[in-house]
């Protein structure tokens, strides 16, 4: 049984600020994301992960650093970086604010996953992308264990693919900064052992 861990990247100013990110803004952590990965660091440092995965960004390697530092296997790939918002990247956005952005995210609902902002990617562009890796990480030892620090509509996308769901199901998987779900994998089967578990937060 291969066992994922499977992280969404810590806190940033830009999350606060309710500023767009995506894959084309390349923030660090902040204050409380460094927090946020000391106490990750902190319940889950005797676990004997075999790989790390990052995305290429750099606040996903931020979030994972202090397993870096002991020398784990490590790649950092775009595979994993976040769906890219186009020309919404930088600004602020919510559905309230934007009919567009809620106009895609509606399309998204009812199963248009090659819907996109201007400029950006759709979710299906993000799932061929992801495809590379989940046939990588199939082939990592079966008894393995790995850990994952992507981004939160990547993530979203990568549950579906990992789990068989349609991607219109993705904001069924809900994210926090540096929250943790638990996936294991027996041949191609995936099951999710524990969802969105941030206890190691408190």
């Not at 676990?47 to 390697?61: E, G, H, M």
């Not at 562009?125 to 994952?148: C, K, M, N, S, T």
């Given at each position: 049984m291969?066992?994922?861990y499977?992280l969404?990247?810590g806190q940033?100013?830009?999350n606060?600020q309710?500023i767009?990110q995506g894959?084309?803004i390349?923030?660090d952590?902040?204050?409380r994301g460094?927090r946020?990965?000391?106490?990750?660091?902190?319940r889950?440092?005797?676990?004997?992960?075999?790989?790390?995965?990052t995305?290429?960004?750099?606040?996903?390697?931020q979030?994972?650093?202090r397993?870096?530092?002991l020398?784990?296997p490590?790649?950092a790939?775009a595979?994993?970086n976040e769906i890219?918002?186009?020309?919404?990247?930088?600004?602020?956005i919510?559905p309230?604010?934007?009919a567009?952005?809620?106009?895609?995210l509606?399309?998204w609902?009812?199963?248009n996953?090659?819907?996109h902002?201007?400029?950006?990617?759709?979710?299906a562009?993000?799932a061929?992308?992801q495809?590379?890796?989940?046939e990588?990480?199939q082939?990592?030892?079966?008894?393995?264990?790995v850990l994952?620090?992507?981004?939160?509509?990547a993530l979203?996308?990568?549950?579906?693919?990992l789990l068989?769901?349609?991607?219109?199901?993705?904001?069924g998987?809900?994210?926090?900064n540096?929250g943790?779900?638990?996936?294991h994998?027996i041949?191609?089967?995936?099951t999710i052992r524990?969802f969105?578990?941030v206890s190691?937060?408190?």
């Amino acid at each position: 049984m291969q066992q994922i861990y499977l992280l969404r990247h810590g806190q940033t100013d830009f999350n606060v600020q309710g500023i767009v990110q995506g894959s084309g803004i390349d923030s660090d952590l902040n204050a409380r994301g460094r927090r946020q990965a000391e106490l990750f660091w902190e319940r889950y440092k005797d676990v004997p992960f075999d790989r790390v995965y990052t995305s290429a960004l750099k606040r996903t390697q931020q979030s994972v650093q202090r397993f870096l530092a002991l020398g784990l296997p490590h790649e950092a790939t775009a595979a994993l970086n976040e769906i890219s918002w186009g020309t919404r990247e930088g600004s602020r956005i919510s559905p309230e604010e934007d009919a567009e952005y809620a106009h895609v995210l509606a399309e998204w609902l009812a199963g248009n996953e090659h819907a996109h902002l201007p400029g950006g990617e759709s979710p299906a562009q993000v799932a061929a992308r992801q495809r590379p890796f989940i046939e990588a990480l199939q082939r990592q030892p079966a008894e393995g264990i790995v850990l994952v620090c992507m981004h939160g509509r990547a993530l979203r996308v990568l549950l579906c693919q990992l789990l068989g769901y349609p991607l219109r199901c993705m904001d069924g998987f809900e994210h926090h900064n540096l929250g943790l779900y638990k996936l294991h994998r027996i041949g191609a089967r995936y099951t999710i052992r524990n969802f969105l578990n941030v206890s190691h937060l408190n």
